[in-house]
Nanobody
């Protein structure tokens, strides 16, 4: 019913920047929370940044001041601007959203399939 499709991952040197995008499509009435999580090899998935429909944001301490989350409600899209990337930011980044389904008006949580970000020399 709903798909989240991430894009923008890739390889970058330390200090570089990347911008991730996640577009939601399908039977969507509205989207409440949208967020980015990441999972590094051998580690648990962790929240990186989140944003409400009203624009309130929160960030993991490890990315504060370097990453910025934003969203375009008209496009059902969330972005993650990542600056001053560090090797420890290497991970698969997943988009996550609480979607209010059109017609049913149930809230369902969806995940994207992930996009790989690699930070190395």
């Amino acid at each position: 019913q709903v798909q989240l499709v991430e894009s923008g991952g890739g390889s970058v040197q330390p200090g570089g920047s990347l911008r991730l995008s996640c577009a939601a499509s399908g039977s969507i009435a509205s989207i409440n929370y949208m967020g980015w999580h990441r999972q590094a090899p051998g580690k648990e998935r962790e929240l990186v940044a989140a944003i409400t429909s009203g624009g309130s944001t929160n960030y993991a301490d490890s990315v504060k001041g370097r990453f910025t989350i934003s969203r375009d409600n008209a496009k059902n899209t969330v972005y993650l601007q990542m600056n001053n990337l560090k090797p420890e930011d290497t991970a698969v980044y997943y988009c996550n959203a609480d979607v209010v389904l059109g017609g049913l008006y149930h809230v369902v949580n969806y995940w994207g399939e992930g996009t790989l970000v690699t930070v190395s020399q």
